[in-house]
């Protein structure tokens, strides 16, 4: 889809100021939108490459098929001795 832009900006100047916010924060926000997935793109790929990441998680994965995970309440068990014994 094509879009005019002298048409649009010859709309934009006929509409009362309130609605000329409005139409800048909406542009405002696609320009965020467009950032994030920008960068959350870029975060996908990096984290791709992080093989550490990769063998955390595959071991994550093996950890909950045999069973050994841990509910909330364990782990923060296991936090506060580990942080008292040192």
Do not use: H, W
């Not at 100021?17 to 926000?29: G, K, P, S, T």
């Not at 950890?63 to 942080?83: A, T, W």
């Amino acid at each position: 889809m094509s879009v005019d832009r002298e048409e649009l900006k010859r709309m934009i100047d006929q509409i009362p100021e309130q609605d000329a916010l409005e139409v800048y924060d909406f542009i405002e926000y696609l320009n965020m939108k467009r950032k994030k997935d920008t960068i959350n793109e870029m975060e996908v790929e990096y984290l791709a490459k992080d093989e550490g990441l990769i063998r955390q998680v595959q071991k994550s994965c093996e950890d909950r098929r045999n069973g050994r995970i841990y509910s909330k309440g364990q782990g923060l068990e296991y936090f506060r001795k580990s942080f008292e014994e040192s």
